[in-house]
């Protein structure tokens, strides 16, 4: 089994030990933008001032704890990137339950403003007249309110229906390859600041953006610092140590926990001039329970919302700086782009803002669909992948049965994992286990993979609650690339269905695998459902665009390893594969087809698709099982055809006879030298029956060859058929047949052949080689020997010569005598004057009756 990663971007977001200041707010706060504590001397921010739009001179500035000021209380010195305008501030709020300190929400006194400038105080009129609107989260919560208008501070850039303007990604410019020299020099920054053991916010924002580039290259190079240099605060979640809050002490430690990586990136973007805000809400992390409702609770999250080109994007650095295992009680670094600028739609699936104007989605997501909602990792939306079916996290069984349908833009590789939840809470499980590999055996369920996505047909083995999770690869990925986890669900069966035992797939999924049409795979008779098997019998076809070849596995619970290779004749074609199957058992089976040009003898094979068969009733007998020691490849097809050989009477490779007698045609080349074996598998025949090589007579015309087979008793017999280009050459296997004889009637022996019956030569009477006749009885024979100067029978009273007719044939009689136990057809060919045996005849002599 491939190894699987499950990708976890779920970080323990709880903040429920030691809180640090500022996380230490009301239940039900907003998020506050925090301003860094580095001050800027005098001069600085004069001369930053200086070149600042004039409306920003005239904001005032406002003190009150740490909503805009020092976390003492005092007043703080504007970044040195600069206040944000009025025009584009993002929304302050005043926590419920508190009153708003002075100079935050209240006008300015009349002394103040008489103080200043005419120039100011003009500009300072035009702020004031923008009024400040304070939204409850309680009210925003409530299911199917009119989404609100957007906040304060984001007026200015609303959309159409007075929204926040929210910014797509791919507005921006390409992905992530347009910013590799961002990205190397913010690494190497990064590692030059740690060398030097730079803490200062803005000596690091400076660092790692060279002073210039545009907004967003700033943004992108603030990104892949905080990624690469601040690891995720285990400990501090755990409570083992003291969280850190401020973004110095974040920098210091090189750890945080989400407000610790949302106030540093806060602090960072102000030191470059990008706008920035705090987004407080809940998350899909550790600690997340699938379907609990979440109203009344405390949000557990905090991540960044940006402002570029005037609009507003969502990010979020402790989800993108990698992942924890909670099994090891470690974080893995992994930079994640994918929470870079996401867009609102994927976002909102695991975060969940406690502000509702921050979802910037077009139709908000009420808070218990957020709840009820599948949780997907980035992989799943990376992969490009989509979700018809389920629409919730929640699945109820049918009947004992539930599927899950995913989609995709381009082919994909699927396996799943489905466990039992236990004493464990319910959702809980799916999202908390670390990385770990797949089950090694089917987890009752059936996987069919498309080029277009999968489905899952669920089949849980007993009442109960089941954690469910699907992982994901490339179709094109190499063979031990690991699967990496895409989504979750949870599964409740409250009644269980019995079933037969379902063989595993260690394959991963049913029907034609997504890279079948690669291997040359057109179309199959066979979909990726299960297959039921009438009587006991099966044919699979696919159609090929080229020469195949072709291997096969079949497993079934209860079958033996030397009966399952007994089970399957596979005709291999220039254009087709057929598949003949039998079941000697009841219950399911797994057929396995594997392929490979058939031309690349040294290629692997490769599996093109896995077929789940079902028998109810009527298994094949024992007797009925295909011979032993079968050709993989069976009947004409691609190898006959190269070897020369065309025109066959029978085109399949079964044949069946209830007479016990059958005759197969086809046409060779002149230089070919073919040789056939008869053999089936049973007990040892009795002493005096003859060898089953006897029941064989093959015969040569021109360019036609027939090979006839008198069957001796009722079964399955293999037919092989071999070919050399040279008496000095060895045979090689061409193809097998499979001959059905279903007559109880013994057929009779042919005569046992000599080298002397060479191509040209044809009996025609007695066609059996074990003549019954009285004693003193005339046999007549009938043969065409080609070049022969003289044709005699011997065994009787004397040779008897047959003559030739116009037709060629030789003819004539010869006396059965008494005493004699054989027959031998002889002739003279060529120069020699030697009589050569061609055929012998056993002699039965039967007693006759008184007259």
């Not at 995720?232 to 407000?259: F, H, N």
């Not at 319910?426 to 498309?450: C, M």
């Amino acid at each position: 089994m491939s190894e699987v990663i499950i990708q976890k971007f779920s970080f323990p977001f709880s903040c429920s030990s030691r809180p640090c200041q500022s996380e230490a707010t009301p239940t039900k706060s907003p998020a506050l933008p925090t301003v860094p504590s580095h001050s800027p001397s005098q001069e600085e921010r004069l001369n930053h001032r200086s070149l600042l739009d004039p409306a920003q001179l005239s904001q005032p500035r406002t003190t009150g704890g740490l909503q805009n000021g020092t976390p003492d209380g005092s007043e703080a010195a504007p970044a040195e990137g600069g206040l944000p305008p009025p025009s584009s501030q993002p929304p302050q709020l005043v926590p419920r339950g508190s009153s708003p300190r002075p100079g935050v929400l209240e006008p300015q006194a009349e002394g103040a403003e008489d103080q200043r400038p005419a120039a100011k105080r003009q500009l300072s009129s035009e702020s004031s007249a923008r009024t400040v609107g304070v939204l409850k989260k309680t009210a925003l919560r409530k299911a199917g309110e009119a989404r609100p208008g957007p906040p304060p501070g984001a007026r200015g850039l609303q959309g159409p229906e007075g929204g926040i303007c929210r910014g797509r990604r791919k507005d921006l410019g390409p992905r992530t390859g347009a910013f590799l020299r961002v990205d190397a020099h913010a690494f190497q920054a990064g590692m030059e600041l740690k060398e030097q053991c730079v803490c200062s916010v803005a000596t690091i924002a400076r660092s790692v953006t060279q002073g210039g580039w545009g907004e967003l290259e700033r943004l992108r190079a603030i990104w892949v610092w905080l990624c690469h240099n601040i690891e995720y605060d285990l400990s501090g979640y755990l409570g083992q140590t003291e969280k850190l809050c401020s973004p110095e002490e974040v920098v210091a430690a090189g750890r945080a926990v989400c407000g610790g990586y949302a106030s540093l990136c806060l602090a960072l973007c102000r030191e470059v001039g990008v706008q920035c805000q705090q987004v407080p809400g809940f998350s899909k992390g550790i600690g997340h329970q699938q379907g609990r409702s979440l109203r009344g609770t405390r949000s557990d999250h905090m991540w960044n919302a940006v402002q570029l080109r005037g609009r507003w994007f969502l990010l979020d650095a402790c989800w993108g700086a990698g992942r924890v295992d909670m099994d090891t009680k470690t974080f893995i670094k992994r930079m994640d782009d994918f929470y870079f600028l996401t867009e609102p739609e994927d976002f909102i699936g695991s975060h969940f803002p406690d502000e509702q104007c921050w979802q910037l989605l077009d139709v908000p997501l009420a808070l218990e669909e957020f709840e009820r909602s599948v949780f997907r990792t980035s992989r799943f939306y990376t992969l490009g992948l989509s979700l018809p079916h389920p629409r919730h996290a929640l699945i109820l069984t049918e009947e004992g049965e539930a599927w899950v349908s995913v989609g995709s833009k381009r082919p994909v590789s699927f396996t799943y994992e489905v466990a039992p939840l236990g004493g464990r809470d319910e959702g809980t499980a799916g999202l908390q286990q670390g990385a770990g590999e797949a089950p090694e055996e089917a987890s009752w369920g059936l996987l069919t993979v498309t080029p277009r996505g999968m489905k899952l047909h669920l089949l849980p083995p007993a009442s109960g609650t089941y954690g469910v999770k699907l992982f994901a690869r490339p179709a094109d990925a190499a063979t031990d690339a690991p699967f990496l986890w895409v989504c979750s669900f949870t599964l409740q069966c409250p009644v269980a269905r019995a079933r037969e035992e379902i063989p595993d797939n260690p394959f991963l999924s049913w029907g034609l695998q997504p890279s079948a049409g690669a291997l040359g795979v057109e179309a199959c008779s066979q979909g990726s459902q299960v297959a039921e098997v009438e009587e006991g019998r099966l044919e699979l076809v696919l159609q090929t665009s080229r020469p195949l070849m072709l291997l096969w596995e079949l497993a079934h619970p209860g079958l033996e390893p030397a009966l399952s290779r007994r089970c399957l004749a596979a005709q291999v074609e220039p254009r087709r594969l057929t598949c003949h199957l039998l079941c000697p058992r009841t219950g399911f089976y797994r057929l396995s087809l594997f392929l490979r040009d058939y031309d690349k003898t040294d290629g692997e094979f490769q599996n093109a698709g896995n077929f789940l068969l079902h028998c109810a009733r009527g298994a094949v007998g024992l007797d009925e099982m295909f011979p032993p020691s079968l050709s993989s490849c069976c009947g004409p097809g691609t190898r006959t055809l190269a070897a020369g050989l065309s025109r066959f009477s029978h085109a399949g490779a079964l044949l069946s006879t209830q007479k016990g007698r059958c005759n197969l045609t086809f046409h060779t080349r002149a230089d070919l030298e073919l040789h056939a074996t008869l053999s089936r598998e049973e007990s040892p025949p009795p002493a005096a029956a003859p060898p089953l090589s006897r029941h064989l007579l093959c015969t040569y015309t021109d360019s036609k060859v027939t090979l006839s087979a008198s069957l001796p008793r009722p079964g399955v017999y293999r037919l092989g058929l071999y070919a050399r280009d040279s008496p000095e050459g060895d045979f090689r296997p061409l193809c097998d047949f499979v001959l059905k004889n279903g007559s109880q009637q013994p057929g009779p022996p042919f005569p046992c052949v000599y080298a002397a019956w060479r191509r040209g030569c044809v009996l025609l009477e007695p066609r059996s080689g074990r003549l019954e006749e009285a004693p003193g009885s005339w046999v007549r024979f009938r043969v065409k020997v080609p070049g022969a100067r003289r044709v005699a029978v011997l065994g009787g009273e004397g040779p008897a010569e047959l003559k030739q007719n116009r037709s060629r044939v030789w003819e004539g009689e010869a006396l059965a005598g008494s005493g004699q136990s054989q027959l031998r057809l002889v002739a003279v060919t060529g120069e020699s004057e030697d009589l050569a045996v061609l055929l012998t005849f056993d002699l039965q002599q039967q007693q006759k009756e008184d007259g």
